[in-house]
């Protein structure tokens, strides 16, 4: 993607991830805990005393299913910020590519736990209660580390840590809302469980394309640290939301208790999804999952490059952030309507090599050759972006199919989410191993000599997995045809 956010993009984790919820539950979520009173959303007096006239999706809106689309909300409107974060790093912390790729991919590491947090939000309850709490908690928490952007972080290191602290924020509660969904879906039709991935996706796919315009238009009128102190405002909505949430205060049990029932319930998903990733047949695929994922990305240099080189301003990136949110919904539908048939080899085959290819358009915008052509550089930016996020949406939702496939019954979700983790981590790995490769060929916020070595190197880099491809099933996606369309539903 020619400009694209270098900030480790936490839109497409959450969307990523949020179909887990459509195969299953945690298994820690699905089982009563000794001395627990677990909350079962579906209840008769739920229904009756939180029943609505008004729907959305084919949804009810009760308090409970507000707070829902609330924190979904929330969890894609907090891209505000991530404009502000980028040109923080670069104009006022005065950061080098290499470095800012590597201060902004600790956004990545609290998405590679998540399994984790799912455990402790069953096993230790806070102040009584197992989900409430820790809503409450992220919120104030995500208001936290935003509130030391707008006032008191002057360093990368500080930036750093509230990048990862901000980020811890959205994947807790995105674990703790997602476990509600899950007690909503349990024993509903397979209509109603898409209206509720329906619900969810819609709220967060419009908080997204809501904040994409603004994050550059405001940095452009108000600067960074004000557009920091308005996103230190949005997660408190989480905190208010989570009083919505009818939950069963937790009665009968010892914090000693609970603590070794964490430990024991811990060490046991540990050892259960060892054994389940250690198959053969799940190893291998996994394996190519990563690989795939963990190939150089140029992303932080060419951000660089079109703001420094090119003279991008905040208020166009955020009309292109706002194209591209909007492409990303276009290769969802490209893949369900014409690709989700296809055998996954083919579909990994093509779209790499395809994407490989149209990567390379970003040479032709470094060295100018567009302008001969003829077209801007804020038209052929457009365009670019827009083509290659359709086609990367597209080429990623095999991934999810394929992880999918791959849980055994029983450990649906928390084998899916440990899959999800893994390719994040090769995400990670690939972002790390770009900001050495920047820093290798001297690419620097002033010189970009070496940035098409760079960008051609990176794009061929993607197709080092293809020889691998046969580590995938050889079967197509559609297989599972109920799997598969339960899937698709949700996005």
């Not at 050759?369 to 670019?384: K, P, V």
Request: with cysteine.
């Amino acid at each position: 993607m020619v400009v694209v956010d270098f900030i480790y993009n936490v839109d497409v984790i959450l969307e990523l991830e949020r179909v887990k919820v459509t195969f299953g539950c945690f298994s820690s979520y699905c089982n009563d805990r000794e001395g627990l009173l677990p909350y079962n959303g579906k209840s008769t007096a739920h229904k009756k005393y939180f029943s609505s006239t008004i729907k959305i999706f084919g949804v009810d809106l009760s308090p409970d299913n507000v707070a829902v689309a609330m924190v979904y909300f929330v969890q894609g409107v907090l891209g505000l910020a991530r404009l502000a974060v980028s040109f923080y790093l670069k104009d006022d912390l005065h950061l080098d590519p290499a470095e800012t790729a590597v201060v902004s991919g600790f956004s990545a590491f609290p998405w590679l736990v998540k399994p984790l947090y799912g455990f402790i939000s069953d096993s230790v309850p806070l102040f009584g209660y197992r989900r409430r709490s820790y809503l409450i908690l992220s919120g104030l928490l995500g208001a936290l580390s935003w509130t030391l952007m707008a006032t008191l972080v002057d360093s990368k290191y500080g930036a750093a840590f509230c990048i990862l602290l901000g980020s811890l924020s959205v994947a807790f509660s995105d674990v703790v809302v997602d476990s509600m969904v899950v007690e909503r879906a349990r024993g509903e039709s397979q209509s109603m469980s898409g209206s509720l991935q329906s619900l969810c996706w819609g709220s967060s796919a419009f908080g997204g394309i809501v904040s994409s315009y603004f994050s550059g238009s405001l940095v452009d009128a108000y600067g960074v640290r004000f557009v920091f102190g308005v996103t230190a405002l949005l997660p408190l909505i989480t905190s208010v939301v989570a009083v919505l949430v009818k939950e069963q205060p937790v009665r009968g049990i010892n914090r000693p208790s609970a603590s070794y029932n964490f430990l024991g319930s811990s060490r046991q998903h540990v050892v259960e999804l060892w054994d389940a990733v250690s198959q053969r047949n799940v190893f291998l695929p996994t394996l190519f999952i990563f690989l795939w994922q963990a190939t150089p990305q140029s992303d932080s240099a060419m951000f660089f490059f079109t703001t420094n080189k090119l003279g991008f301003t905040p208020e166009f990136l955020g009309r292109v952030k706002l194209v591209t949110s909007i492409a990303s919904l276009l290769g969802v539908g490209l893949y369900n309507g014409f690709l989700k048939k296809v055998p996954l080899r083919k579909i990994f085959l093509v779209t790499t090599i395809f994407g490989s290819a149209l990567g390379m358009s970003q040479v032709l915008l470094v060295t100018g050759i567009n302008r001969e052509w003829g077209i801007s550089d804020e038209w052929f930016a457009i365009g670019d972006s827009l083509i290659i996020t359709v086609l990367g949406q597209a080429s990623f939702m095999p991934v999810l199919v394929l992880a999918a496939k791959l849980c055994p019954e029983g450990m649906e979700a928390t084998l899916f989410a440990t899959l999800m983790s893994i390719s994040n981590g090769g995400s990670l790995l690939g972002g790390l191993i770009g900001a050495g490769l920047t820093q290798l060929f001297g690419v620097t916020k002033d010189s970009f000599h070496n940035l098409s070595t760079l960008i051609i190197l990176c794009n061929l880099s993607s197709l080092l997995p293809l020889p691998l491809l046969g580590l995938l099933p050889q079967e197509s996606p559609d297989s599972n045809s109920e799997t598969t369309d339960m899937e698709l539903k949700s996005n």
